[in-house]
């Protein structure tokens, strides 16, 4: 089946810092969505992005369908986004596929 | 609140216990999943539920028992569990298993197996 891998698998950032985690794929998807998992277990659903460039706020996400792979950028970094951020992949008519996760700590 | 609530949000259980998990989604979606995360796993897919009907049952030992009424709820039903099944049970719905867009989890059920 279809692998997943992200890096860095931590990540500990100062408080205003950017960041960018990675998501590498190994075969053709249909989506790909990035979450973000708080510390409390929540998972949220920050972009669906089978290709292409988007932006909310200070995250963005690009995907390079034909390279398999998307980034996820975070930029002026606020303790509240700490926690673990995953990347899912999906062929049409399949399940998702999760990656293991990026851990990011942002310390005040 | 994602439009998924899980209940309840902690459970400890013995291992001669019957307890049940509930999941209620108010999204309109038709497919539902049960997942389970453990301490430094990626998330695992336990079940998956279309139009209430199970499309996929991913090899979950018979200790742990699904049950879907109607498509807004999904129940894990829990007998004779292991200290190992002690993990974080997430559930999620999106709109068909065929489209998962809107892909939507509850804030889970901490499950303790003591």
């Known amino acids: 089946g279809i692998q997943v891998e992200q890096s860095p698998p931590d990540l500990i950032l100062q408080e205003g810092a950017n960041s960018t985690l990675r998501c590498n794929f190994s075969?053709?998807?249909?989506?790909l969505q990035w979450f973000h998992q708080n510390p409390w277990g929540q998972l949220i659903n920050l972009f669906y992005?089978?290709?292409g460039t988007k932006q909310n706020g200070r995250l963005s996400a690009t995907t390079v369908a034909t390279e398999r792979y998307s980034l996820l950028y975070i930029s002026s970094s606020q303790t509240t986004d700490s926690g673990v951020y995953f990347c899912?992949?999906?062929?049409?008519?399949?399940?998702?596929?999760f990656g293991p996760g990026t851990r990011l700590s942002v310390l005040p | 609140e994602t439009g998924v609530t899980q209940t309840p949000r902690h459970l400890v259980m013995g291992m001669t216990n019957k307890k049940s998990l509930k999941c209620e989604q108010h999204?309109?979606?038709?497919?539902m999943y049960w997942y389970k995360q453990s301490a430094k796993k990626p998330l695992e897919l336990m079940f998956v539920y279309n139009f209430k009907e199970q499309t996929e049952n991913n090899s979950v030992p018979s200790r742990f028992s699904p049950e879907c009424p109607n498509s807004s709820h999904l129940f894990l039903h829990l007998h004779t569990l292991q200290p190992e099944d002690s993990a974080l049970y997430l559930c999620?719905?999106?709109?068909?298993?065929?489209?998962?867009?809107?892909?939507?989890f509850g804030s889970g059920t901490r499950l303790t197996v003591v």
């Open positions: 992005i089978p290709s």
């Open positions: 999620a719905s999106s709109q068909e298993v065929q489209n998962n867009y809107g892909y939507t």
């Open positions: 999204l309109g979606h038709n497919a």
């Open positions: 899912a992949v999906v062929i049409y008519g399949q399940n998702f596929v």
């Open positions: 075969d053709s998807v249909n989506n």
